[in-house]
C-alpha cells in the first residue's frame, strides 16, 4: 500500500507539470469484455463522438477482450498514462477507494432509475471526487445490470440461501451479503466459475442476466431467481497526466461524448437483460422464478443487517444519501 501511495503521489506532481498539447492526441481505451456487449458499444460509441467532435485533434483506440490490459493489470499503466482510459469494475477500486464498496450493498436501489439518479447525483460526485484523489479523473458509471440468484433448487426465500456454496466477487460486502442469509460466500476467480459450477465446488452464484447466458451458466444452473437484489457496474476513468494535456474544449468534448455513451450503453445494458432472459427460458434447461412482494421484503429486511458494518469503510453519509434519492 506504501509503494502505491507513492506511485500515485508522484503521478500527482507529474500531472500538475504536464503542458497543455493542441493534438493529435491519441486516447488509449482498455477494457476486458467483447465489442458486442453494453460496454464494448458504449465504448465504440464514445470513440465515433468524440473523433468526429474533436474533428481529428482526438484520436480514440479501443482495446475490447483484454487484448491490452485485464481489469486486475490495469490500473498502474492507466496511472503512469500508458493506457488514457478504461472501464474497471467498482472491485478494482476498494483498496484505494473504499467508498466504491457502496455499489456492493444489497438492495440498495430499488430500480435502475434510482440507480443512475444516485450515479448522477451528489453521492455519485463524492465517490468520483474520491478517485479523483488518487491520479485518476473519474467521469461516469457504466451499467452491467442488476445481480439475479441461481442454483440448481429454487432459491425464493432466504433460508433457501442457508448452507448453500455461492460464488463471489472478491469483496467484504458480499461476504457479509451472504453470511447474513446463512450462506458459504466462496471467492472465485469469474473465469473459473462454470467449471466450480458445473464440477460443484460451488453449488451457486449471483449475475447479471447477459453473464448468466453469455458464459452459459445456465448450463449448469437448475433454477434462476429474478432477485434484482445488487448492482453490479463499471467506473470509466481517466488519469490526471492525461487530462491536464486537454485544452478546456477538448476537454468537454470528451465529457459530452462520455454522457451520451453513458445513456446509450445504459440504455442498452436494459435491452439486453431483457433479450437475454428470454434466451435463459428457450434454453429450456433453467426455471425461472420471479420473487413475490413478501419474499423480496424478507430478503431486503435480512440482508440490511449488514449496512451497520460499513458505515465507517464506505460512510454512513453515502449510504443514507444513496437511500435518500
Given amino acids: 500500500m506504501r509503494k502505491f501511495s507513492l506511485i ?22 482498455s477494457h ?27 484520436k480514440v483506440e479501443v482495446y475490447p477482450n483484454s487484448s491490452l490490459f485485464n481489469d486486475k493489470d490495469v ?22 477507494a473504499p467508498q466504491v464498496q457502496l455499489f456492493d450493498l444489497p438492495f440498495l436501489f430499488n430500480d435502475s432509475d434510482h440507480l443512475h439518479r444516485v450515479c448522477t447525483g451528489e453521492v455519485g460526485q463524492k465517490i468520483l471526487n474520491v478517485v479523483g484523489k488518487k491520479g485518476l479523473v473519474g ?40 453470511h447474513a442469509v446463512h450462506a458459504n460466500p466462496q471467492v472465485l476467480p469469474f473465469s473459473e466459475v462454470y467449471s466450480a459450477l458445473q464440477q460443484g ?7 447479471p442476466l447477459s453473464n448468466f447466458y453469455t458464459k452459459k451458466f445456465f448450463e449448469v444452473q437448475k433454477d434462476l431467481t429474478l432477485s434484482n437484489h445488487g448492482y453490479l457496474g463499471y467506473l470509466v476513468v481517466t488519469n490526471k497526466i492525461f487530462w491536464n ?14 454522457a451520451e455513451a453513458t445513456v446509450y450503453g445504459n440504455d442498452l445494458a436494459l435491452k439486453m437483460a431483457d433479450s437475454y432472459l ?11 422464478h420471479t ?35
Fill in 291 to 325: 420473487l413475490t412482494a413478501d419474499q423480496r421484503l424478507a430478503w431486503k429486511t435480512q440482508m440490511l443487517t449488514i449496512y451497520p458494518k460499513f458505515y465507517n469503510v464506505i460512510g454512513k453519509d453515502l449510504i443514507d444519501g444513496a437511500l435518500a434519492n
Fill in 139 to 178: 467521469l461516469s458509471f457504466w451499467d452491467n445490470g442488476f445481480k439475479q440468484l441461481s442454483a440448481n433448487k429454487p432459491i425464493l426465500n432466504p433460508e433457501d440461501a442457508a448452507g448453500v456454496k455461492f460464488r463471489i466477487m472478491s469483496s467484504k460486502v458480499l461476504e457479509e451479503q451472504f
Fill in 245 to 258: 494535456k486537454l485544452s478546456d474544449t477538448q476537454k468537454e468534448v470528451i465529457k459530452t461524448a462520455m
Fill in 75 to 96: 490500473m498502474i499503466p492507466l496511472m503512469t498514462n500508458s493506457v488514457q482510459m478504461a472501464a474497471p469494475s467498482f472491485s478494482k477500486f476498494t483498496k484505494f
Fill in 278 to 288: 428470454q434466451k435463459v427460458k428457450d434454453s429450456g434447461k433453467t426455471t425461472v
Fill in 32 to 58: 476486458v469484455v467483447a465489442v458486442d456487449t453494453p460496454k464494448g458499444q458504449a465504448a465504440e460509441y464514445f470513440k465515433k463522438l468524440v473523433e468526429e467532435r474533436s474533428h481529428g485533434e482526438i
Fill in 201 to 207: 465446488v460451488v453449488d451457486a452464484c449471483e449475475n
Fill in 8 to 29: 500515485v503521489a508522484a503521478l500527482l506532481v507529474a500531472a500538475l507539470a504536464t503542458p497543455v498539447l493542441a493534438g493529435p492526441i491519441v486516447l488509449k481505451f
